[in-house]
Antibody, heavy 115, light 107 residues
Framework: EVQLVETGGGLVQPGRSLKLSCVAS????????MSWTRQAPGKGLEWVAS????????YYPDSVKGRFTISRDNAQNTLYLQMNSLRSEDTAAYYC????????WGQGVMVTVSS | DIQMTQSPSFLSASVGDRVTINCKAS??????LNWYQQKLGEPPKLLIY???NLQTGIPSRFSGSGSGTDYTLTITSLQPEDVATYFC?????????FGSGTKLEIK
């Protein structure tokens, strides 16, 4: 059974940084692309970042490019999202997502950017 | 960027009804269209991938169809547990984009 467990969320001031982690189990992590998506409270979904299975290529929408960095440690079955220069509009639940087909999602972790 | 226009935004139907939800892409997405169900306080759950493939464990009353720019999720014989918000996702090209959601309620 695919399991994705996100940690690292919390309250952070605008302009500061936060790093999310996602520990994966139930599948061969190194074989799959992984992604992050987010959902602002009461709003729709937004794709945030994707990374190839080897970690050699990463992809971002313009809204986070240059501020967020997705990475992975295949030895530790862990996906990361480093978020810098956070803004109030980054406030959302962040989900770790399995594969390029976006089939399995973690439970999500809340990030609140506020002074 | 590909815009996904989802309709309706709200839907009220009776148990046993046939329900359809639509997503229209601003350009051809070559059947790279997923449908998700999200219940309150939970993450999205994949129902249908690549237009018409039923995800493992999903009841057969859910089905998907479409091509080009127009895609449809159909729920035949609506059940009380289907109350949720439904989203589409195009993963044909980056940036990946979601529909704005359809909130489904039981009458």
């Amino acid at each position: 059974e695919v399991q994705l467990v996100e940690t690292g969320g919390g309250l952070v001031q605008p302009g500061r940084s936060l790093k999310l982690s996602c520990v994966a189990s139930g599948f061969t992590f190194k074989n799959y692309w992984m992604s992050w998506t987010r959902q602002a409270p009461g709003k729709g979904l937004e794709w945030v970042a994707s990374i190839t299975n080897s970690g050699g290529y990463t992809y971002y929408p313009d809204s986070v490019k240059g501020r967020f960095t997705i990475s992975r440690d295949n030895a530790q079955n862990t996906l990361y999202l480093q978020m810098n220069s956070l803004r109030s509009e980054d406030t959302a639940a962040y989900y770790c997502v399995h594969s390029s087909v976006f089939d399995y999602w973690g439970q999500g972790v809340m990030v609140t950017v506020s002074s | 960027d590909i815009q996904m226009t989802q309709s309706p935004s709200f839907l009220s139907a009776s148990v046993g009804d046939r329900v359809t939800i639509n997503c229209k892409a601003s350009q051809n997405i070559n059947n790279y269209l997923n449908w998700y169900q999200q219940k309150l306080g939970e993450p999205p759950k994949l129902l249908i991938y690549n237009t018409n493939n039923l995800q493992t464990g999903i009841p057969s009353r859910f089905s998907g169809s479409g091509s080009g720019t127009d895609y449809t999720l159909t729920i035949t014989s609506l059940q009380p547990e289907d109350v949720a918000t439904y989203f589409c996702l195009q993963h044909s090209s980056r940036p990946l984009t979601f529909g704005s959601g359809t909130k489904l309620e039981i009458k």
